[in-house]
């Protein structure tokens, strides 16, 4: 079985949280939440995360201000996979991938998502077993 990795997990929707929490941890993955931006941004940089799953609407910083700090980071944290996560855009794989781009993210995964959908966006954008 693949070691364990931690996730972040920053969303301020409680019910995302909770679908992704049971996803990871099922994996035998730690998952911690925040969900606010600077709760989250800590918990990133205290737990130095195999990836980060972000939402862009978030209470106080939002997920835009959230990467573009944990892309400026100098304490190695400017390379962790970063799936954006939002109900903002449902077009083409195309034009997620252009936009998660644009963001700075690793990838884009549309709410609401399926479970295929979530497990081909994390093979492709991390190195989580899944």
């Not at 079985?1 to 993955?29: G, Y």
């Not at 794989?93 to 700075?104: G, L, V, Y």
């Not at 609401?112 to 991390?126: G, H, M, S, W, Y």
Request: glycine residues 4%; charged residues 25%.
């Amino acid at each position: 079985m693949p070691s364990p990795m931690t996730v972040c997990l920053i969303d301020r929707d409680r019910e995302v949280c909770d679908l992704l929490r049971v996803f990871f941890e099922a994996r035998n993955h730690r998952c911690l939440i925040a969900q606010d931006g600077e709760s989250g941004l800590e918990l990133v940089h205290q737990s130095h995360p195999a990836a980060v799953f972000l939402d862009i609407r978030l209470p106080g910083m939002n997920g835009y201000e959230v990467i573009r700090r944990i892309r400026s980071s100098d304490d190695g944290l400017a390379r962790t996979p970063v799936i954006i996560l939002t109900s903002l855009i449902h077009q083409t794989d195309q034009s997620k991938n252009q936009w998660a781009r644009a963001c700075e993210a690793d990838a884009l995964l549309p709410k609401p998502f399926d479970l295929n959908e979530l497990i081909r966006t994390v093979k492709n954008a991390t190195e989580i077993p899944v």
